[in-house]
Nanobody, 121 residues
Framework: QVPLVESGGGLVQAGGSLRLSCAAS????????MGWFRQAPGKEREFVSG?????????YYTDSVKGRFTISRDNAKNTVYLQMNSLKPEDTAVYYC?????????????WGQGTQVTVSS
């Protein structure tokens, strides 16, 4: 198991920034691909961003956040980050950290509990 704990959510004005963190337990963190999903009220959970297990070459984003969000990971700290800039009201959602032995866009093996991000206009 890879318990995941998100932090860093909150309330921010449009145009502002937030950095989400996801801390993982266990010695196998570096072998997992990691990612972020979000779920807005009344909508399905959607993929936001992902990063490969090494983090060195493979990062990917949904189109709506490209150029504004940056995913990164620090395997020494068992932590993955999502830097969110130029936030928009439509980014308001609960953000979930995800771990996969393969690719989070295909299969998620573990989920975090979620952290609320609210962007006011």
């Amino acid at each position: 198991q890879v318990p995941l704990v998100e932090s860093g959510g909150g309330l921010v004005q449009a145009g502002g920034s937030l950095r989400l963190s996801c801390a993982a337990s266990g010695r196998t963190f570096s072998s997992y691909a990691m990612g972020w999903f979000r779920q807005a009220p009344g909508k399905e959970r959607e993929f936001v961003s992902g990063i490969s297990w090494s983090g060195s070459t493979s990062t990917y984003y949904t189109d709506s956040v490209k150029g504004r969000f940056t995913i990164s990971r620090d395997n020494a700290k068992n932590t993955v980050y999502l830097q969110m800039n130029s936030l928009k009201p439509e980014d308001t959602a609960v953000y979930y950290c995800a771990a996969s032995k393969f690719d989070v866009r295909v299969r998620v093996d573990y989920w975090g509990q979620g952290t609320q991000v609210t962007v006011s206009s």
